[in-house]
């Protein structure tokens, strides 16, 4: 999945929720632009896999920015209009992640 929604990226396959807009412009640790999650997916890779989400399957991709910035963001695919649907987008807290790709317990 994480090939289609890179190449999604690429042709500007893309849909941003309301909910998404909303945390990338109040992030706590300062405001995500468009390219920042462009950069995160082409480096990214699939942290978590959500298949049973519904309308489509879902995942959280780890990625960093060309300013080594990490971001996670979870995104459906769309198989039947090949796009990519963006649900939310954060910079993941140290103090909750290890490594930014494992959740502390």
């Given amino acids: 999945m994480l090939r289609e929604i890179q ?3 690429k042709s500007e396959k893309i849909l941003y929720t309301k909910h998404a807009r909303d945390e990338m412009e109040n992030e706590e640790f300062g405001e ?3 390219e920042e999650v462009f950069d995160a997916v ?3 890779k699939i942290i ?3 298949q049973e989400d519904e309308p489509y399957p879902s ?4 990625g960093r920015t060309r300013e080594n910035r990490p971001i996670h ?3 459906a695919y769309s198989k039947e209009s090949d796009m990519v649907i963006i649900i939310t987008v954060y910079q ?5 992640w290890i490594d930014f790709e494992r959740r502390r317990i």
């Fill in 73 to 75: 963001l979870v995104c």
């Fill in 48 to 50: 978590e896999n959500y």
């Fill in 92 to 96: 993941p807290d140290p103090k909750k």
């Fill in 7 to 9: 190449d999604c990226f």
């Fill in 42 to 44: 082409v480096s990214g």
């Fill in 59 to 62: 995942c959280l991709i780890y």
């Fill in 32 to 34: 995500i632009k468009e």
